[in-house]
């Protein structure tokens, strides 16, 4: 009433009601008391303020000023919250009383809020108050970035801070804000000395990534490839850290790309500012990941052209080739354009170890100090040499039982060592760490027994976990991904199996699966677990100039390194990604299953942290189906392993169905030939539910906020999770698509035989559960589509079709006129199961239906068979419109056949619905696709039909508009 008066200009003598007042004054001392309080948490906010807050937002100004404006209560949350995690000198809205630091993992002081904003509460705030809280990090990074480029801090923003920032990008108005504020801010860090800001910004943006739609996750790919460019060429100092999340947020959003994300090739992965040659890993990674999408989606004329284009712009700036193994499961033209792609230069042991030999003779050799740094000083005019000479040391100590000795000294100037790090830019520490694996793998090749290859590996693993030289997830990631020859590949493959079977990886992997929770958004106390871990393990991103870094020896000079905090990861949480590309390397050798089963079986519970399980696991299965189809037990535990640790963390039945479970866990699985019939009656049932009837859907799916999940709805869960249960069960492609046909031809038979009025209400339902069928089937691999295809020419072949006879070919084709006359309800039912197969796929299973329509028209002998496959494949036309030369090909195969058939013999020119039908088909096909705009492809063709082919296009023609 007060809004419309002032906007019409009436006074109205109106006083704020009295129960209003004392409501609203009683709220804000309320709100006052719990700001003032020291140490205030913003989980003291209750889902009862929300509503509050919105009504002060929406509510006009009163006549006798009420103490509170609209905004007051939303100003004094959001400062409160910002202020304190800022530093302790308050705002115009919070206390003077400081809420004091903690120690972060890092050995950082950050301040002690460590509880973020609650989801209900951010749930019930209306858009226009999140929106005004993404804003507001405007001014705190910029309030941040000025203070420490001129006064670097020595106390760093609170964890509740961050974790609210992460909470706020679930919403979509406030995470354009925060992603784009991000993304004009990152130069600004880099710039003025806010390298803490900018490590944490992609540690939140790698391990607080929601579910992103597409044009983000490639806008945050391209914008961390641009720092990375910039950050090569930068020293180490207080940058790599940086460095390392700059690799997870780009490794986490290259691997969560789907199929849906790839469906154009306008995608982000194509833009070639991210292929940089001081980024051989990255590219690699990029390229793979390409080859795996565009296989699944199919290689249609469009995608097989920009493919080639691709790989050659990407090949001019990144020379490289790929190993026999990966190559062969590679589509067919990446192997021939690779083929024609001269091979590596072999790396020259010979030479190098030379080098590497002389250097390590001299450092042993050396009895001074002085002598040693004379050593240094030459060593420093190749740095690539650093990590080798290293290695060697270590190795060569190892071999003579001087490292099992009480005050043995590892290598020879660990402070020099410490100096020449320090001073190398990071891409060429990449470049030495690459050369130290070509080197170590070189090596280990010429071993004859398992015990000296251990000991080699022990020794690279005694430089990332004792000395901290290395990087574990970044020697894991080049060994995996390097080009080593095909005869080292398995060597290269020992060496990771090695590496993870190392006790101080094993610990750490026990120790984070004990404190830190997978649904990171249900613990209250997410950042006193990691605390707690790093406290028994703490991290350091460089070598520092002692041996024992926790407990420096007195005297003993050693760098002083700047460090960060860390918010949400550890070692651990940055191979969950490197650990993705560890199980397509085992898959591609054949000759390492048993070290495969062994990783899998102990490091396997990696994959409950895995943000896309479900996905990742999907498209390995569908890309590596022709390795993986004859061997069934592998799929048993990657499923275990990649879901089963998961679902743990999940209500029964999430991932899992019940059914499927007791198959999984079985002693003895392999005694299972195929699963009942039941089993996917309830699979397709859940999916069925899911797409038509989400109120009926299983009740785990209505208690899970889907946000925090990989997909956003239960029907894609429902999908994907029943995708992976028929690729990993027994039985084959035939009995999995056998199963989902019986269930089909149960409905199909309560459907038949009923009044028009009942039957076209069961057809209704029939043609959901073929949907639904077909769905799954679309999100398989081609072998279970060639099933279909399989059915498809038991249809042609039948009596109704093979043979000139009196029959109805309208109903025959139709499904819901054969099952309402009960006839022959088979053919009509193939071609609908195979259309809703591909409608709803990519272009990869219609490519599958044009390459068998090519092989078996030839052999049709009826019209009745060539109306089959028109009524078929016409409808599904759409997906090739920029496919012209597969449409061409398509319709001369057409007239072709058509043409032999009706001009074979007087009685095999067909009926007259026969003729009518065909040439409505090939008329509607001429008019709607542009395969022959100058008729010198089909006139010749048409000329040959029979006259009553003649007269219906004449007449189709003149009613069309178009001269024939």
Same mark, same amino acid.
Request: neutral net charge.
């Given at each position: 009433?007060?809004?419309?008066a002032?906007?019409d200009?009436?006074?109205?003598a109106?006083?704020?009601?009295?129960?209003l007042?004392l409501?609203i004054?009683y #709220?804000?001392?309320a709100?006052?008391?719990?700001?003032?309080q020291?140490?205030?948490?913003?989980?003291?906010?209750k889902p009862?303020h929300a509503?509050?807050?919105?009504c002060?937002?929406?509510?006009?100004?009163?006549k006798?000023?009420?103490?509170?404006?609209k905004?007051?209560?939303v100003d004094?949350?959001?400062?409160?919250?910002?202020?304190?995690?800022l530093?302790n000198?308050?705002?115009?809205?919070?206390s003077?009383?400081?809420?004091?630091s903690?120690?972060?993992?890092g050995?950082c002081?950050?301040?002690?809020?460590?509880?973020p904003l609650?989801?209900?509460?951010?749930?019930?705030v209306?858009i226009?108050?999140?929106?005004?809280l993404?804003?507001?990090?405007?001014?705190?990074?910029?309030?941040?970035i000025?203070?420490?480029?001129?006064?670097?801090?020595?106390?760093?923003?609170?964890?509740?801070?961050?974790?609210?920032?992460?909470?706020l990008?679930?919403?979509?108005?406030?995470?354009? !804000?925060i992603?784009?504020?991000i993304?004009m801010?990152?130069p600004?860090?880099a710039?003025n000395?806010?390298?803490?800001l900018?490590?944490?910004n992609f540690?939140?943006l790698?391990?607080?990534?929601?579910?992103?739609?597409i044009?983000?996750?490639?806008?945050?790919?391209?914008?961390a490839?641009?720092?990375?460019?910039?950050?090569?060429?930068?020293?180490?100092?207080?940058?790599?850290q940086?460095?390392v999340?700059?690799?997870?947020?780009?490794?986490?959003?290259?691997?969560s790309?789907n199929?849906?994300d790839?469906?154009t090739?306008n995608s982000h992965?194509?833009?070639?500012?991210l292929?940089?040659?001081?980024?051989?890993?990255?590219?690699?990674?990029?390229?793979?990941?390409?080859f795996?999408?565009t296989?699944?989606v199919?290689?249609d004329?469009?995608m097989?052209?920009?493919?080639?284009?691709h790989?050659a712009?990407?090949?001019e700036?990144?020379p490289?080739?790929?190993?026999?193994?990966?190559?062969?499961?590679?589509?067919?033209n990446?192997?021939?354009?690779y083929?024609?792609v001269?091979?590596?230069?072999?790396f020259d042991k010979?030479?190098i170890s030379?080098l590497?030999?002389?250097? !390590?003779?001299r450092?042993r050799a050396?009895?001074t100090?002085?002598e040693?740094r004379?050593?240094?000083?030459?060593?420093n005019?190749?740095?690539?040499l650093?990590?080798c000479?290293i290695?060697?040391?270590?190795?060569?100590n190892?071999?003579?039982?001087?490292?099992?000795?009480?005050?043995?000294v590892?290598?020879k100037g660990?402070?020099?060592?410490?100096v020449?790090l320090?001073?190398q830019p990071l891409?060429?520490?990449?470049?030495?760490?690459?050369?130290l694996?070509?080197?170590?793998?070189?090596?280990?090749?010429q071993m004859?027994?398992v015990e000296?290859?251990?000991?080699?590996?022990?020794?690279l693993?005694l430089?990332v976990?004792?000395?901290?030289?290395l990087?574990?997830?970044r020697?894991l990631?080049?060994?995996l991904?390097?080009?080593?020859?095909?005869?080292?590949s398995?060597?290269?493959?020992?060496?990771?199996?090695?590496?993870c079977?190392?006790?101080?990886?094993?610990?750490?992997?026990a120790?984070?699966?004990?404190?830190?929770?997978?649904?990171?958004?249900?613990a209250e106390?997410y950042f006193d677990?990691?605390?707690?871990?790093?406290?028994?393990y703490?991290?350091y991103?460089?070598?520092?100039?002692?041996f024992?870094?926790?407990?420096?020896?007195?005297?003993t000079p050693?760098l002083?390194?700047?460090r960060y905090?860390?918010y949400f990861?550890?070692?651990i949480?940055r191979?969950?990604p490197?650990?993705?590309?560890?199980?397509?390397?085992?898959?591609e050798l054949?000759?390492?299953q048993q070290?495969?089963?062994? +990783?899998l079986e102990?490091?396997?519970?990696i994959f409950?942290?895995h943000?896309?399980?479900?996905?990742?696991l999907?498209?390995?299965?569908?890309?590596?189906d022709?390795?993986?189809?004859?061997?069934?037990a592998?799929?048993?535990?990657?499923?275990?392993a990649?879901?089963g640790?998961?679902?743990?963390?999940?209500?029964?039945n999430?991932?899992?169905?019940a059914?499927?479970?007791a198959?999984?866990?079985?002693t003895t699985?392999?005694?299972?030939p195929?699963?009942?019939?039941?089993?996917?009656?309830h699979?397709?049932?859940?999916?069925?539910?899911?797409?038509?009837s989400?109120?009926n859907?299983?009740? +785990?799916?209505?208690t899970?906020d889907?946000?925090?999940?990989?997909?956003p709805?239960?029907?894609t869960?429902?999908?994907?999770?029943?995708c992976?249960?028929?690729m990993?069960?027994?039985?084959g492609?035939?009995g999995?698509v056998?199963?989902l046909?019986?269930?089909?031809?149960?409905?199909?038979t309560?459907?038949a035989g009923?009044g028009e009025e009942l039957?076209?209400?069961?057809?209704?339902?029939?043609?959901?559960?073929?949907?639904?069928?077909g769905?799954?089937?679309?999100?398989l691999p081609a072998?279970?589509?060639?099933v279909?295809?399989?059915?498809?020419?038991?249809?042609l072949?039948?009596p109704?079709?093979?043979?000139e006879?009196d029959?109805d *070919?309208?109903?025959?084709?139709?499904?819901?006129r054969?099952l +309402?006359s009960?006839?022959?309800?088979s053919i009509?039912f193939?071609?609908?199961l195979?259309?809703?197969?591909?409608?709803?796929n990519? +272009?990869?299973?219609m490519?599958?239906?044009?390459?068998?329509?090519h092989? #078996?028209?030839?052999s049709?002998?009826t019209?009745?068979? *060539?109306?089959l496959?028109l009524k078929?494949i016409?409808p599904?036309?759409?997906?090739l419109?920029?496919?012209?030369?597969?449409l061409?090909?398509?319709?001369?195969d057409?007239?072709q056949?058509?043409?032999?058939?009706?001009t074979?013999?007087?009685?095999?020119?067909?009926?007259d619905?026969? #003729?009518?039908?065909?040439?409505?088909?090939l008329?509607?096909?001429?008019?709607?696709?542009p395969?022959?705009?100058?008729?010198?492809?089909t006139?010749?063709?048409i000329?040959?039909?029979?006259?009553?082919?003649?007269?219906?296009?004449?007449?189709?023609?003149?009613?069309?508009?178009f001269?024939f």
């Open positions: 009433m007060m809004r419309r002032k906007q200009n009436v006074g109205v109106c006083n704020t009601p009295t129960c007042k409501l004054e #709220i804000l001392a709100i006052d008391r719990a700001v003032s020291p140490g205030f948490q913003s989980m003291h906010l009862e509503a509050v807050v919105n002060f937002v929406s509510m006009p100004v009163l006798d000023q009420v103490v509170a404006s905004m007051d209560y004094k949350m959001a400062y409160s919250l910002i202020d304190y995690t530093d000198s308050g705002g115009a809205y919070s003077s009383q400081s809420v004091g903690t120690l972060a993992p050995g002081s950050v301040y002690n809020v460590t509880k609650q989801m209900d509460w951010l749930d019930g209306s226009h108050i999140r929106t005004i993404a804003n507001m990090l405007s001014s705190c990074f910029s309030r941040v000025t203070s420490f480029r001129d006064v670097p801090g020595s106390v760093f923003l609170a964890p509740a801070f961050w974790e609210t920032v992460s909470r990008m679930l919403y979509e108005e406030s995470l354009n !804000v992603l784009t504020l993304g801010k990152l600004e860090m710039k000395n806010a390298l803490f900018l490590a944490t540690e939140l790698a391990f607080r990534m929601p579910y992103l739609p044009n983000w996750k490639g806008n945050i790919v391209v914008m490839m641009n720092m990375h460019k910039e950050f090569n060429n930068f020293q180490p100092t207080g940058s790599i940086a460095l999340y700059m690799y997870q947020v780009i490794m986490r959003s290259i691997q790309f199929v849906e790839f469906s090739r992965l194509s833009v070639p500012a292929y940089l040659p001081e980024s051989e890993e990255i590219t690699r990674l990029l390229l793979l990941t390409i795996r999408l296989s699944i199919g290689l004329q469009p097989l052209q920009f493919l080639n284009n790989l712009s990407v090949q700036g990144l490289h080739t790929w190993g026999h193994q990966i190559l062969s499961t590679l589509p067919e990446v192997r021939t354009f083929g024609m001269p091979p590596p230069a072999k010979k030479s030379g590497v030999e002389e250097f !390590v003779r450092l050396a009895n100090d002085q040693v004379r050593v240094f000083e030459t060593l005019g190749k740095p690539v650093i990590y000479v290695w060697r040391q270590l190795v060569l190892s071999e003579s039982g001087d490292l099992a000795a009480a005050n043995a590892p290598f660990p402070h020099y060592t410490a020449i320090e001073k891409k060429m520490q990449m470049t030495a760490l690459r050369f694996m070509d080197y170590v793998i070189a090596d280990i090749r004859v027994t000296q290859i251990s000991r080699q590996c022990e020794c693993s430089m976990w004792k000395y901290h030289i990087p574990f997830d020697v990631l080049v060994t991904l390097r080009h080593f020859g095909d005869d080292n398995l060597v290269s493959v020992l060496c990771v199996h090695l590496f079977k190392a006790p101080e990886f094993l610990a750490r992997l120790e984070t699966v004990n404190l830190i929770p997978p649904v990171y958004w249900q106390n677990q990691v605390v707690a871990y790093h406290h028994k703490p991290e991103f460089q070598f520092n100039g002692n024992d870094m926790n407990n420096p020896v007195a005297g050693s002083l390194q700047t905090p860390l990861s550890n070692v949480l191979c969950v490197v650990f993705d590309v560890m199980v397509h390397r085992f898959i054949p000759g390492c070290q495969f089963e062994t +990783v102990l490091c396997g519970k409950s942290f943000d896309r399980p479900v996905t990742f999907w498209q390995t299965f569908h890309f590596y022709n390795l993986l189809k004859d061997n069934l592998i799929r048993r535990k990657l499923m275990k990649v879901v640790f998961k679902a743990e963390h999940y209500p029964p999430f991932y899992f169905t059914q499927y479970e198959y999984l866990t079985a699985p392999d005694a299972t195929s699963m009942p019939i039941d089993y996917f009656h699979l397709l049932a859940r999916l069925h539910t899911c797409m038509y989400s109120h859907s299983p009740p +785990v799916y209505h899970l889907w946000r925090f999940h990989e997909y709805n239960a029907t869960h429902a999908l994907y999770t029943g992976l249960e028929l990993s069960i027994p039985g492609a035939d999995t056998s199963g046909v019986g269930c089909l031809s149960e409905r199909m309560a459907a009923h039957a076209e209400q069961k057809f209704q339902q029939l043609q959901r559960w073929i949907n639904s069928a769905l799954f089937l679309s999100a072998r279970y589509f060639r279909l295809l399989n059915m498809l020419d038991v249809a072949w039948t109704e079709m093979s043979e006879c029959t *070919i309208v109903t025959i084709l139709d499904l819901q054969s +309402v009960q006839s022959n309800s009509a193939t071609c609908q195979i259309q809703a197969t591909i409608l709803q990519t +272009v990869a299973h490519l599958l239906l044009l390459g068998h329509f092989q #078996i028209i030839g049709v002998s019209l009745s068979q *060539i109306l496959l078929l016409t599904l036309l759409g997906k419109t920029s496919d012209l030369d597969r061409r090909a398509f319709v001369t057409v007239l056949a058509v043409t032999r058939v009706a074979r013999q007087p009685a095999s020119t067909g009926s619905q026969q #003729i009518a039908l065909l040439s409505e088909a008329f509607y096909i001429l008019d709607t696709y395969v022959d705009q100058n008729k010198e492809l006139s010749p063709f000329n040959g039909l029979p006259d009553g082919f003649h007269k219906r296009l004449r007449f189709l023609a003149q009613a069309n508009g001269k």
